[in-house]
């Protein structure tokens, strides 16, 4: 059985850091896109990075470029996702999700959000002071 599991989270200060994991189990991840979506309450989901099945290419929201990165670790059937700088307003849960790529689903400006599923339990996030 496909599954996923986020960890990772916690509380940490402005400007700090975290690294999220995603491991998957029942199915190895290379033939797979993933991404990292989050939700803070009242907000809807957003999602924040993305990466080829490949490894080759990634996708980052606006708001994350140059702080976050995504980066995969097949052999170990795991993603990541490196957070630094943080800010109060990445406070949220954190979620990945996976992607068969029979077709190029990310690009570096493009991440077909429609076609990711399985969705972990999410990791949450609190940035505060």
């Known amino acids: 059985q496909l599954q996923l599991v986020e960890s990772g989270g916690g509380l940490v200060q402005p400007g700090g850091s975290l690294r999220l994991s995603c491991a998957a189990s029942g199915f190895t991840l290379d033939s797979y896109a993933i991404g990292w979506y989050r939700q803070a309450p009242g907000k809807e989901r957003e999602g924040v990075s993305c990466?080829?099945?490949?490894?080759?290419?990634?996708y980052y929201v606006d708001s994350v470029k140059g702080r976050f990165t995504i980066s995969r670790d097949n052999a170990k059937n795991t993603v990541y996702l490196q957070m630094n700088s943080l800010k109060p307003e990445d406070t949220a849960v954190y979620y990945c999700?996976?992607?068969?790529?029979?077709?190029?689903?990310?690009?570096?400006?493009?991440?077909?959000?429609?076609?990711?599923?399985?969705w972990g339990q999410g990791t949450q996030v609190t940035v505060s002071s």
């Open positions: 999700a996976v992607a068969p790529e029979r077709v190029p689903l990310v690009t570096t400006t493009y991440c077909a959000a429609s076609k990711f599923g399985s």
């Open positions: 990466i080829s099945s490949s490894g080759g290419i990634t």
